[in-house]
């Protein structure tokens, strides 16, 4: 069995490209703090993990995700032989995306780095225009909710 499930911090903006034939992929990383300290006391250690996402999956992350946001990714592990410009022969490990979920909400998304806006022709990020809307985000304690 192959699969993956990491949650962490982007360590960039996605960046969304498409294939020939128009398939859209998007690639980021994820810092991934490991679970336990050093028993000498020192800092967790971290983990910077790359990621791949296809089609749909690349479209969503590269429209509601940013760096420095927090996310869930379930996936599978892949290894790439690859040859270098250089005619060297390498291999990467990452993890091809099939789900990708919001691990904070709105609220406390913006408060630590920002809304998320759309990007431009040239991936630079902006804040689009607030359109109406017939829903609207409520402001309110759900303390006395039984769940």
């Known amino acids: 069995m192959n699969q993956i499930v990491l949650m962490g911090r982007l ?73 270098d410009k250089d005619g060297n022969k390498r291999r990467t490990a990452e993890v091809v995306a099939d789900n990708i979920y919001f691990t904070e909400s709105k609220k406390s998304r913006e408060a630590s780095i920002g809304p998320v806006g759309q990007k431009d022709d040239y991936g630079q990020s902006f804040q689009p225009p607030v359109e109406s809307s017939d829903f609207a985000e409520l402001d309110m304690d759900d303390g006395d909710l039984p769940f």
């Open 11 to 83: 360590t960039r903006d996605p960046e969304l490209r498409h294939t020939q034939n128009g398939t859209a992929v998007a690639s980021f990383s994820l810092a991934v703090d490991r679970r336990f300290a050093p028993k000498d006391g020192g800092e967790r250690q971290t983990d910077f993990v790359d990621i791949v996402a296809w089609s749909n999956t690349a479209e969503f992350v590269s429209k509601y995700f940013a760096k420095g946001q927090m996310a869930a990714v379930t996936g599978r592990l892949q290894i790439r032989d690859w040859t």
